[in-house]
Nanobody, 120 residues
């Protein structure tokens, strides 16, 4: 009934920047919280940042001051601007969305993941 498509990952040098995008499409009435998570090889998936429909944000301590989450409600899209990237930011990044369908049913969706690799 809905899907999330991510883009913007890639290879960047330490200290560089990347911007991730995640667009939701399908039978969408509204979207509550949206967020970004990441998973490095051999580690559990961890929260990076979340944003409410009203724009309130929450960040992991490890990315505060370097990453910025934002959203465009008209486009059903969430962004993650990543600055001052470090090698420890290397991971697969996944977006997540709490979606209310046009049928008024509710479901949580994950994107397919996009790889971010930071070279030192």
């Amino acid at each position: 009934q809905a899907q999330l498509v991510e883009s913007g990952g890639g290879l960047v040098q330490a200290g560089g920047s990347l911007r991730l995008s995640c667009a939701a499409s399908g039978s969408i009435f509204s979207i509550n919280n949206m967020g970004w998570y990441r998973q490095a090889p051999g580690k559990q998936r961890e929260l990076v940042a979340t944003i409410t429909s009203g724009g309130s944000t929450n960040y992991a301590d490890s990315v505060k001051g370097r990453f910025t989450i934002s959203r465009d409600n008209a486009k059903n899209t969430v962004y993650l601007q990543m600055n001052s990237l470090k090698s420890e930011d290397t991971a697969s990044y996944y977006c997540n969305a709490d979606i209310i369908h046009t049928s008024r049913s509710r479901a949580f969706y994950w994107g397919q993941g996009t790889q971010v690799t930071v070279s030192s």
